[in-house]
């Protein structure tokens, strides 16, 4: 069963997240998705590019990252992509199944319209290394005053957003959708 925190955060509040989780871990980052080399380029979380800002304008399109042992060989799965722009070429997928000793996370953040998608920290395995980090992530985000709503953690700046009437969204492609679930988080806050 895979378990998973959810939150919405701004990048000034989720970049001192990432770092506390680096002070008590040691770990490194690596781009969910496709490669055309072997060896996918393993980061430090301050070289995550632009933290709490989304990548799409859905929280499961934005862009994810493995977060792994410092030190640790990525277990990659090699195939031969039949993308149009990469066609006929071998490629390598980085991918949580394959790396037993792993967290997901996807950062996600404000989209160019302005709404807040969530972000996610997530595991599909049961290990001491996927139980540290999840514990350790849940412990910043309580250190940092996020707010724990429903089944969301938000930031001291998501709040504010959603208090000013900005949309808290796992898509922003329907911005005219109804604000009623906005305003059924807006109204269990203290």
């Not at 709490?52 to 640790?72: I, K």
């Not at 394959?98 to 950062?107: C, I, P, Q, R």
């Not at 989209?111 to 001491?128: A, F, I, Y």
């Amino acid at each position: 069963m895979m378990k998973q925190i959810l939150f919405f955060a701004t990048p000034n509040d989720i970049q001192p997240i990432i770092s506390a989780l680096e002070t008590t871990n040691k770990i490194v980052f690596a781009r969910v998705g496709s490669y055309d080399i072997k060896d996918p380029p393993l980061i430090s979380g301050a070289e995550i590019p632009n933290p709490g800002v989304a990548t799409n304008e859905t929280a499961s399109g934005s862009d994810s990252y493995l977060v792994v042992p410092a030190g640790s060989r990525l277990n990659l799965h090699p195939y031969t992509s039949e993308d149009s722009d990469t066609f006929g070429r071998k490629m390598w997928s980085v991918y949580s199944g394959f790396n037993d000793e792993s967290v997901e996370m996807t950062l996600a953040g404000i989209w160019e319209d302005g709404t807040l998608l969530p972000g996610s920290v997530r595991s599909m395995h049961n290990n001491e290394f996927a139980k540290k980090i999840m514990r350790d992530f849940q412990a910043s985000l309580k250190k940092a005053k996020f707010e724990k709503v429903q089944s969301w953690w938000l930031s001291t700046e998501a709040v504010q957003m959603l208090r000013a009437g900005k949309r808290l969204s796992t898509t922003a492609v329907h911005r005219r959708q109804n604000m009623t679930y906005d305003r059924s988080i807006l109204a269990e806050l203290r």
